[in-house]
């Protein structure tokens, strides 16, 4: 995306080079880094407490998550496509290919899983799985 963005530089040259060159510079890297900050503003975020999951603007207690599960490659696509369950709750991007498939333990919730985007589904998915299961420990005696 930020490639893509990257187009206005010379769009917004052309259009102000008959008028002044060094204006259309100035203009150009002050579009670019508008268009780079609304991107990063506007791109969803996910985190993980001690006691919540949030991904974007969905947010799920630890304790209703079953288990998390990273998928790429081919699995990925089957989970994005022919094995999409209707009711899943989707955070997930084109340009992204791996996913992280959350489950859900909660009969009350119609939906059964997250599928989320992540450029590391094997880190986030490990992240999930030690959240649901803290340590214990024995006290020190």
């Known amino acids: 995306m930020f490639v893509s963005t990257?187009?206005?530089i010379p769009a917004s040259i052309l259009v102000l080079a008959p008028i002044s060159v060094p204006a259309g510079?100035?203009?150009?890297?002050?579009?670019?880094?508008?268009?780079?900050?609304l991107l990063l503003l506007a791109s969803p975020r996910i985190t993980l407490t001690a006691d919540r999951l949030?991904?974007?603007?969905?947010?799920v207690p630890i304790a209703a998550v079953a288990a998390a599960?990273?998928?790429e490659g081919a699995e990925a696509f089957a989970e994005r496509g022919p094995r999409l369950d209707a009711?899943?709750?989707?955070l997930i991007r084109g340009w992204v290919k791996s996913v992280?498939?959350?489950?859900?333990?909660?009969?009350?919730?119609?939906t059964p899983y997250w599928l989320l985007s992540?450029?590391?589904?094997?880190?986030l998915a490990a992240a999930i799985n030690?959240?649901?299961?803290?340590?214990?420990?024995f006290p020190a005696a």
Not at 87 to 90: E, V
Not at 130 to 136: A, H
Request: glycine share 8%; with cysteine.
């Open 6 to 8: 990257a187009l206005v």
């Open 25 to 37: 510079i100035v203009t150009a890297i002050i579009l670019y880094a508008g268009c780079v900050g």
């Open 100 to 110: 992280v498939k959350v489950e859900l333990s909660d009969p009350s919730d119609p």
């Open 87 to 90: 009711r899943a709750w989707l």
């Open 54 to 59: 949030t991904a974007g603007r969905a947010s």
């Open 118 to 123: 992540s450029r590391r589904p094997t880190e």
């Open 130 to 137: 030690r959240s649901r299961r803290p340590e214990t420990g």
């Open 69 to 71: 599960t990273s998928c």
